[in-house]
């Protein structure tokens, strides 16, 4: 299994960046989808997610209104457009995808794409 980022960059403040997160090795459209990101000296926090099937989204309070998570099934690849970024949102961004399995999660993590913003 394979979960590979990329798109990430330097932007300035008020810029866009989409980050894509293009999976391989494992069945995509059963998979909970999540982007998270870590920034220097703190926790990896959860981002934005997406059900298997595209239909819910859930994202956190600091870029709610400014980044959008989609998925293409098809594709097998998982989107993050982020807009209106801001210095705090650098950090190294991450893809996850869950599959729950009877009582169990099972969870795949990518390498990671570093994102900054800086003027």
């Known amino acids: 299994v394979q979960l590979v980022e990329s798109g990430g960059g330097l932007v300035q403040p008020g810029g866009s960046l989409r980050l894509s997160c293009a999976a391989s090795?494992?069945?995509?459209?059963?998979?909970?989808m999540s982007w998270y990101r870590q920034a220097a000296g703190k926790e990896r926090e959860l981002v934005a997610g997406i059900t298997s099937n595209g239909d819910n989204t859930n994202y956190a309070d600091s870029v709610k209104g400014r980044f959008t998570i989609s998925r293409d099934n098809d594709k097998n690849t998982v989107y993050l457009q982020m807009n209106n970024l801001k210095p705090e949102d650098t950090a190294v961004y991450y893809c996850k995808g869950r599959r729950r399995v009877l009582s169990m999660n099972i969870d795949y993590w990518g390498q990671g794409t570093q994102v900054t913003v800086s003027s």
């Open positions: 090795g494992l069945t995509f459209s059963s998979y909970v």
